[in-house]
């Protein structure tokens, strides 16, 4: 049976919301559910449903698949919001201890490497519940990512420059920073050293880690949560100010400095969908501005 306009103020509805609640009993909604016409939410397009209410005998059976579809979704939520908590937690605990560490970047990359592992291991609930399509919901698999490997150097090339310039005229103005030369990281000063070359495999090693932890677990599971025009960019904000939060056990300045390209990187992934891409792109711009260039004063 279907309803005119003329009967659609007649009707009586039950809202998503009375469902997930149960406030109106487990048995009464109907199926089919009444389609409103959709309405445009930014970048997806999603339908209202009103379930109207209610004939005896109506079971689970009876719940559009839509709807079997958002409970699934706030349950994947639930459990967003219990992961974010938990390594919260856990950082604020490594946080305390590691002030009494004599802290040079040996002991930064050993904790990045903890703290990563840790939090890899607490996502795995989270993508095995996300089903068969986990891989192409995070951005692993990419029928082109040879393309959009090369997009995203090309994009990240001004960014190279960026940094570079900065470094010129931090050393042109700032008194702290005159005795620099314009390329002092580690491996331009000694690109041999076998220590420093260990490092750089590791730092390399992580960053698809890295990646995979703040664009694809928490930048992808908040584009698919939020709704409206601007649930991209908020999500772009809110994953990487996490992953800039995570990164204050460097230093505060670091930190900082690391949400201006994790914005760039954020941006890159809601427009590839490519963790391979943006992996790319943040060892291109890493191996530069910290082993190549060089950033003092910042606790590297």
Same mark, same amino acid.
């Given at each position: 049976?279907?309803?005119? &306009?003329?009967?659609?103020?007649?009707?009586?509805?039950?809202?998503?919301?009375? +469902?997930?609640?149960?406030?109106?009993?487990?048995?009464?909604?109907?199926?089919?559910?009444?389609?409103?016409?959709?309405?445009?939410?930014?970048?997806? #397009?999603?339908?209202?449903? *009103?379930?109207?209410?209610?004939?005896?005998?109506?079971?689970?059976?009876? +719940?559009?698949?839509?709807?079997?579809?958002?409970?699934?979704? &706030?349950?994947?939520?639930?459990?967003?919001?219990?992961?974010?908590?938990?390594?919260?937690?856990?950082?604020?605990?490594?946080?305390?201890? &590691?002030?009494?560490?004599?802290?040079?970047?040996?002991?930064?990359?050993?904790?990045?490497?903890?703290?990563?592992?840790?939090?890899?291991?607490?996502?795995?609930?989270? +993508?095995?519940?996300?089903?068969?399509?986990?891989?192409?919901?995070?951005?692993?698999?990419?029928?082109? =990512?040879?393309?959009?490997?090369?997009?995203?150097?090309?994009?990240?090339?001004?960014?190279?420059?960026?940094?570079?310039?900065? #470094? =010129?005229?931090?050393?042109?103005?700032?008194?702290?920073?005159?005795?620099?030369?314009?390329?002092?990281?580690?491996?331009?000063?000694?690109?041999?050293?076998?220590?420093?070359?260990?490092?750089?495999?590791?730092?390399?090693?992580?960053?698809?880690?890295?990646?995979?932890?703040?664009? @694809?677990?928490?930048?992808?599971?908040?584009?698919?949560?939020?709704? @409206?025009?601007?649930?991209?960019? #908020?999500?772009?904000?809110?994953?990487?100010?996490?992953?800039?939060?995570?990164?204050?056990?460097?230093?505060?300045?670091?930190?900082?400095?690391?949400?201006?390209?994790?914005?760039? =990187?954020?941006?890159?992934?809601?427009?590839?969908?490519?963790?391979?891409?943006?992996?790319?792109?943040?060892?291109?711009?890493?191996? =530069?501005? *910290?082993?190549?260039?060089?950033?003092?004063?910042?606790?590297?």
């Amino acid at each position: 049976m279907s309803l005119s &306009r003329a009967d659609l103020p007649r009707a009586t509805f039950t809202s998503i919301s009375d +469902v997930f609640s149960d406030r109106l009993g487990a048995s009464r909604f109907l199926a089919p559910a009444v389609t409103l016409p959709a309405f445009d939410v930014g970048d997806r #397009k999603q339908s209202r449903y *009103l379930t109207p209410a209610s004939t005896l005998g109506a079971t689970h059976a009876d +719940v559009p698949k839509d709807l079997v579809q958002i409970m699934k979704i &706030r349950e994947l939520m639930g459990d967003f919001l219990i992961y974010i908590v938990v390594n919260s937690c856990f950082y604020a605990v490594v946080d305390h201890f &590691r002030r009494n560490l004599v802290y040079d970047l040996d002991t930064s990359i050993l904790m990045s490497t903890c703290l990563l592992l840790i939090l890899l291991v607490t996502s795995v609930s989270l +993508v095995l519940k996300r089903g068969p399509g986990w891989l192409e919901f995070y951005g692993l698999t990419c029928p082109e =990512w040879q393309a959009r490997v090369r997009n995203a150097v090309t994009y990240s090339l001004p960014l190279l420059t960026l940094i570079v310039l900065a #470094k =010129w005229i931090a050393i042109r103005f700032l008194p702290n920073f005159d005795h620099l030369a314009l390329f002092s990281g580690r491996l331009s000063q000694c690109p041999l050293q076998s220590n420093y070359l260990v490092q750089l495999a590791i730092y390399v090693v992580l960053i698809p880690v890295q990646e995979f932890i703040a664009r @694809g677990i928490l930048q992808g599971s908040l584009q698919e949560f939020l709704t @409206g025009r601007t649930r991209t960019l #908020k999500a772009i904000l809110i994953s990487n100010l996490l992953f800039s939060i995570f990164h204050l056990f460097v230093s505060p300045y670091f930190a900082l400095l690391s949400f201006l390209p994790g914005m760039f =990187w954020g941006w890159l992934y809601s427009r590839q969908r490519s963790l391979i891409a943006v992996s790319a792109s943040h060892t291109l711009i890493g191996v =530069w501005a *910290l082993y190549l260039v060089g950033t003092p004063g910042i606790g590297i």
